[in-house]
């Protein structure tokens, strides 16, 4: 029973937490990108360096906060920041949008011609972010460190396994589910969220109906920054925050809101732990834990590791391309908001 336990602590150290921290992070990714293809109807591939800039403008806003000696005790400063970061980052995709979107949206451009823009935008503000803040890794946590110890753990329970949990984690799952609540409070209860429903519907109708287009455009950029900077900082506080990676989590972020059903906000939420629980599951090495519940004959020699976490981004691209393959609407059938 004691082995069986320490299998399970493993487990849930390295797998079950992380997965449910990393999944939280991605569903708050693919949340932006759905609005904007439910509602404006194009995939935004600029979302990934808005993340990049959103935890930016958070960073600099933590870093002013510590050297006016203001903190957030045991949690994160960064908290504190975020809604100033929120603020910033959903006024520079509103100047991107009257500068750049509007007027593609105007012309009535093909969605394809949408996408193309979104990737120079994309690169402008990966630029923009590499030259404001550099390219290293950057730790901007502070507070306290862990919710849970593995040491506080091994000595209350007297098990071999520690299970440690990050308060970055806590604070990721926990701030998940406020913002997912209150983006589906919005979209189902309040006049503005029943007209971007509406608009994503049909827009005809809802043009008919009365419904301002660009105060729906409006919205959905401001609750596309939100979401965006909530995610990238979350990500950051979690791991540390790098350029570059952002870029890459592109594509975990839209495989999660192509498998759940591009488009439908529950299915990326849905599709955010599918990918981050496979990610971390097939690069875990099961060693440890298969060497707690197999006999000591039977023991692995090797880590029992399907794919190196270098290949992360793969499982991904794997789980992309079959779900394109086989059912190319994704679980929920992407429709509108």
């Known amino acids: 029973m004691t082995d069986f336990l320490n299998a ?54 933590t870093w002013t906060f510590q050297a006016w000696g ?33 007027f593609y949206r105007r012309q009535k451009s093909d969605p394809v011609i949408l996408v193309i823009v979104s990737m120079g935008v994309m690169f402008i503000m990966n630029g923009i972010v590499r030259f404001m803040i550099g ?27 520690g299970l440690a949990i990050k308060t970055t984690q806590g604070i990721t799952i926990v701030t998940a589910i406020i913002v ?30 009365g419904i301002n287009p660009e105060r729906v455009v409006m919205v959905t950029w401001i609750i596309v920054g939100a979401l965006a900077t909530v995610a990238g900082t979350l990500y950051g506080l979690d791991k540390s925050f790098k350029p570059f990676v952002y870029l890459q989590l592109l594509l975990p972020i839209f495989a999660a809101a192509i498998v759940g059903g591009l488009g439908n906000p529950l299915g990326a939420i849905v599709g955010g732990f599918i990918i981050a629980f496979a990610e971390v599951t097939i ?15 039977l023991e692995p020699d ?33 429709q509108s908001v």
């Open 180 to 209: 997912v609540a209150i983006l589906f409070w919005f979209l189902n209860k309040t006049r503005t969220g029943k007209s971007m429903r509406a608009f994503s519907d049909n827009e005809d109708l809802a043009l008919l109906s």
């Open 283 to 297: 690069t875990y090495p099961l060693k440890k834990v298969l060497g707690y519940l197999l006999p000591e004959s």
């Open 135 to 161: 390219v290293g890794d950057i730790r901007f946590s502070d507070g306290e460190r862990f919710i849970i110890s593995a040491r506080d753990f091994k000595a209350a329970t007297g098990l071999k396994e």
């Open 70 to 102: 203001i903190s957030f005790g045991p949690l994160p400063t960064a908290i504190l920041a975020l809604p100033f970061a929120i603020m910033i980052t959903a006024l520079v995709l509103l100047g991107t949008d009257r500068v750049v979107y509007r």
């Open 8 to 61: 399970l602590v493993a487990l849930t150290n390295f797998v079950i937490v992380p997965g449910m921290a990393y999944g939280a992070q991605l569903a708050l990714g693919a949340l932006g990108v759905t609005l904007i293809y439910g509602i404006l109807r194009f995939s935004n591939f600029a979302h990934g360096d808005t993340m990049a800039f959103g935890a930016m403008a958070t960073i600099f806003i």
């Open 302 to 334: 090797g880590l029992v590791q399907l794919l190196s976490t270098d290949y992360k981004f793969a499982v991904s691209f794997v789980i992309l391309l079959i779900v394109l393959l086989v059912k190319p609407t994704g679980i929920f059938k992407g």
